[in-house]
């Protein structure tokens, strides 16, 4: 029995030792990095050319946006946009100079997505080294629905990067609060923050894990070194968050400040716009529990939750950051009106930090000798290992049916749209449409007004009726193309009649789907 007893200690001695030279291998970790970001590119790459609006709408609206951007038409002044600016000033440099194409924008959103893959491996790494970094960053680069939104041309991906970055950095500064590391962790913390705020507000959320970590700096600054300190050596303690703070608000004012002439525009679209939706689809909010449940069919979301259970059995307190980040952004999104299932990508970010928190007693138990852990605690460490495992797995084979189930091309009808207004239309002429993305698809393009005619902005009347006709009555308007249905809505229905008493009717399709042109 002794003897047995002695070769399985020196087994599992033999076996932590191994696994500790794995660990600390440079190359080896190096070598995992690059992999995991060259797969992260890949897959992001998939099929981004498929000539398919992949969210049924949002697409077209932003690709229409970039189309009057380069044509030299202001955001907000003349071009109607809903979201804070920073998510069109981020790939239209890519799409400048990729040839102005979808592939060129989407290829914009993939680049900035790989960001939030950084952002999760700086989690990782700063919870729990080097594997907590790799486990990490490839949960988020398998993510379904994540990987889903960095193909798409959508503000939603590039916001959660730059969220997700943003506590990952708060996080390595946490680790590393002073000298000149943490001053260039924390000024970089809050210039990421800004850029994800200003994609897309929902981003906020990201303030609460980063203001958690600041309280607890400055619990540990007063209670174990500020109080002990003289005076004049406290200021080095508190110069990363005054660093944080001033290069948050350069930033802002960076970008804000080339809008300040349309200030007054950009408040109505990023703020006014919104409220105004809230209220008039308020009905819509009923649905948005339903919504948020259907997270429970994520194994991303087990994982996390028993993730956090193993944390709180120990009684890590790292655990409060990532789990009051998911809460907070939870709410918000069962407080925005409308939900829509893109939405619940900012869910992923919290998630994976939660298990990062997790997994760092995981690695303990792996890299050292003697483990005090209680047989509960054991047994939640297996239990996590395996619920990761089995994400992972079932994330691979998410990925691979959502690439097959992809379409082949363009539908029969919409190819023959498309080639109607190509052939009907003059190059430069515009197109008044609740169709941008088949529009961008014949290489045409809407009023700078009416990028979007989505049922939202109707609804909540910032598209009207005598503002369709205004725009439509312009000589470079030439065609007007009813096909989604939304320009047939009761508060716009008056602008159909007016169509067939100044246009011609030159083809129609199915189901009031018609393309006319100006007579």
């Given amino acids: 029995m002794n003897t047995n007893l002695l070769s399985a200690r020196q087994s599992s001695s033999r076996f932590q030792r191994d696994v500790r030279v794995l660990v600390s291998s440079r190359l080896i ?22 000539p398919i609006d992949l969210d049924s709408y949002d697409e077209g609206v ?4 970039l189309r009057a951007l380069s044509s030299g038409h202001a955001l907000y002044q003349q071009t109607f946009y809903s979201q804070p600016p920073f998510f ?15 592939w060129a924008a989407r290829f914009g959103v993939v680049l900035i997505s790989l960001l ?15 594997l907590g970094a790799l486990v990490a960053a490839l949960l988020m680069t398998l993510d379904p629905l994540y990987l889903s939104q960095s193909q798409k041309l959508q503000a939603e991906a590039p916001s959660v990067a730059f969220m997700t970055l943003a506590v990952g950095l708060a996080w390595l500064w946490w680790r590393y609060p002073v000298g000149k590391r943490g001053n260039v962790l924390a000024v970089l913390c809050g210039i990421v923050l800004v850029l994800g705020v200003l994609c897309k507000l929902l981003a906020v959320a990201a303030l609460v894990p980063i203001g958690i970590l600041l309280l607890m700096y400055l619990y540990r600054v007063y209670l174990y070194r500020g109080l002990r300190q003289p005076r004049e050596k406290r200021w080095p303690l508190f110069m990363p968050l005054l660093l944080a703070l001033g290069a ?12 300040l002439g349309a200030f007054a525009q950009l408040w109505d679209g990023v703020v006014t716009f919104h409220l105004v939706a809230g ?26 939750l028993g993730a956090a259970l193993f944390a709180c059995v120990r009684r890590d307190w790292r655990i409060i950051a990532p789990l009051a980040w998911f809460l907070v952004s939870a709410v918000l999104l069962w407080r925005q009106v409308p939900l829509f299932a893109h939405h619940l990508v900012y869910l992923v970010p919290p998630m994976i930090a939660m298990i990062a928190v997790g997994l760092a ?9 003697e483990v005090g852990l209680a047989r509960l605690a054991r047994w939640t460490v297996a239990l996590t290992l395996l619920i990761v495992l089995f994400t992972t797995a079932s994330d691979i084979l998410q990925v691979r049916r959502n690439f097959r189930a992809l379409p082949s091309g363009v539908r029969a009808q919409d190819q023959r749209v498309v080639a109607d207004m190509r052939t009907l239309m003059k190059p430069d002429s515009l197109v008044v449409t609740d169709a941008q993305f088949l529009a961008g698809l014949a ?33 470079e308007v030439q065609a007007v193309l009813f096909y989604t249905g939304r320009l047939h809505f009761s508060q716009v229905a008056g602008f159909h009649t007016w169509v067939r008493q100044h246009y011609t009717l030159a083809r129609t399709y199915s189901n009031g789907q018609e393309l006319w042109l100006k007579r």
Avoid at 279 to 304: D, E, F, H, Q
């Fill in 361 to 369: 007693p995981l690695l303990d138990r792996l890299q050292r000798t």
């Fill in 62 to 65: 932003y690709w229409q946006t």
């Fill in 116 to 130: 939030g893959v950084l952002g999760c491996y700086c989690i990782g790494y700063a919870l729990a080294g080097r």
């Fill in 443 to 475: 290489d045409r393009s809407t009023p700078a007004s009416l990028v979007d005619t989505s049922g939202v902005r109707i609804m909540t009347g910032y598209v009207t009726e005598e503002q369709l006709i205004q725009e439509a009555s312009r000589p």
């Fill in 88 to 102: 069109v000033l981020s790939i239209f440099p890519t799409y400048l100079a990729l040839g102005q194409s979808l």
């Fill in 29 to 50: 970790f190096a070598l995992a990095t690059l992999a995991i970001f060259v797969l992260a590119l890949l897959l992001r790459l998939y099929r981004i050319d498929i």
């Fill in 279 to 304: 209220k008039v689809l308020a009905y819509s909010a009923k649905g948005n529990i339903g919504m948020l449940l259907t997270i429970r069919t994520y194994p991303l979301l087990y994982a996390a």
């Fill in 248 to 259: 948050s608000i350069l930033t802002f004012l960076v970008i804000i400040l080339p809008f």
